[in-house]
């Protein structure tokens, strides 16, 4: 385990840029979903599993898990310049990439057996993503933990409406 010590003491201009981190993350993270998202006729006319949550339960799902990743990215920016912060951050980047995937595969493609593949895919990478924040902190880990239990939930969810209209 590589040790790494925080720069300092959260101060005002730590808060902000923590906040700055937040905003940033919900901001791209939001994004796909306003190009295509579940308001079309398409999504509407699909069967939906029984345990199917509340539309309103997406958007605050989210924004609390964004939120949490956006801290956790602050927590790692806070440590010392290392590889296992360079080596965490690559892998935050890419389980990111694959969340970014997933709305357009589903949505706009219409596809959701890819969009299935591209969600087990990311559970893997957050799983990978977890184990490396863990290794430089492990609070950052830790705020990623609701996210890996969310995917599990939404790649159950995705497979379902697969299986039920496919």
């Given at each position: 385990?590589e ?8 101060d005002g ?7 700055a981190f ?5 901001a791209?993270g ?58 965490a ?15 357009p ?52 969810l ?9």
């Open positions: 385990m040790s790494t010590q925080s720069r300092t003491l959260p201009r730590s808060l902000v840029t923590a906040l937040v905003v940033l993350v919900n791209i939001a994004a796909p979903a306003l190009l295509a998202g579940p308001d079309s006729a398409w999504f509407a006319s699909l069967e939906k599993p029984w345990f199917y949550p509340p539309p309103v339960t997406f958007g605050i799902v989210w924004t609390t898990l964004f939120t949490l990743q956006g801290i956790a990215l602050w927590i790692l920016w806070r440590q010392r310049p290392s590889s296992a912060v360079r080596t951050y690559a892998a935050f980047a890419g389980q990111f990439v694959l969340n970014l995937a997933w709305t595969a589903f949505f706009a493609l219409q596809m959701p057996l890819v969009a299935f593949g591209i969600i087990v895919a990311l559970w893997a990478a957050i799983l990978v993503t977890i184990a490396l924040f863990n290794r430089v902190d492990r609070r950052a880990a830790a705020l990623l933990v609701p996210y890996l239990l969310w995917a599990s939930f939404a790649a159950v995705n497979f379902e409406i697969w299986r039920l209209n496919g």
